[in-house]
DNA sequence: TTTAAAGATGCGAATTGGATGCATCTATAC
DNA sequence: GTATAGATGCATCCAATTCGCATCTTTAAA
């Protein structure tokens, strides 16, 4: 019953933008970021690329360049990150089991994790970033 | 977002165990079940024991021995099993973040958690056997 | 136009939790 | 007393995940 730390990452670095987007249209460098939350680079840098490639943060490349969001915090859900992040939603595998369409279980697994997605699909994160609050300075090495 | 197979095995053998209650009172033998579903033996037995002193099971040593539910299948929900059978129920490890305590996010987490296991607390251990069915013949080499 | 900064991407190593097997012990029926 | 079946601890193995390295592309500044 865990999210894997590259979901607990793109959660993180999407909150953290939400804040730094709040304050002003700065970029946001990966490597920063990733030093602020201590999380290794690369994966960072991984994260990153996921986002982007789907639509939820903006990259921009070259000196000068990292990201920010590139739509508004009230139109993302955490649901939606959670979803995209992790690699399996299957509780179970049920592939092998003996009991497979005469089973009660399953249904009510698939109700659950319906369940826990619609948890978080209930909230933006704007409305996470509202009770959330980086703290300053960030970098506090 | 997997639960560990130990916990996929505890359901699994508490089903059966509810199903073959049904039936009649002879106990099941935990090599039985096992080679039924195809569970390394070891690991059965540790889930057995894991919920014999729980006391979800009765398990009688010694020859002819064996185990069977301890409590009517309609006293025991999923949920209590999984909480039983599952490590940790918490999605991210929150220890070392930055944000800590000004995080919208952890309240949201285990909100999503809540929900997840308030759906399978929702249904009882012979309800989902109501929706089964143990192939016959139960073992099929 | 050269250089430096910063993201993009693939590959492979390393780690670590989980799963499995082995050995041994205890209890009980026959 | 012996065979059977559960109880339990230890050791090992395995695989998903995590992480680091190397290399490439892009773009701004010098």
Known sequence: MRLTAHT????RIMLHAALSAQQDETLLSIAQVAADHHIPRNNAMKVVN????????????????GFRLNRPASGITLGAIVRLAEPSLNPADCGQCILQSSCGLTAM???AVA????????????????NSSLPSPISFL
């Open 109 to 111: 697994l698939h109700r």
């Open 8 to 11: 607990d990452y793109a959660l």
């Open 50 to 65: 996921m986002l982007a490639n789907a639509g939820y943060l903006e990259t921009i490349r070259g000196r000068n360049g």
């Open 115 to 130: 369940a826990f997605l619609a948890e978080l699909d209930s909230q933006t994160l704007a409305q996470a970033a509202e």
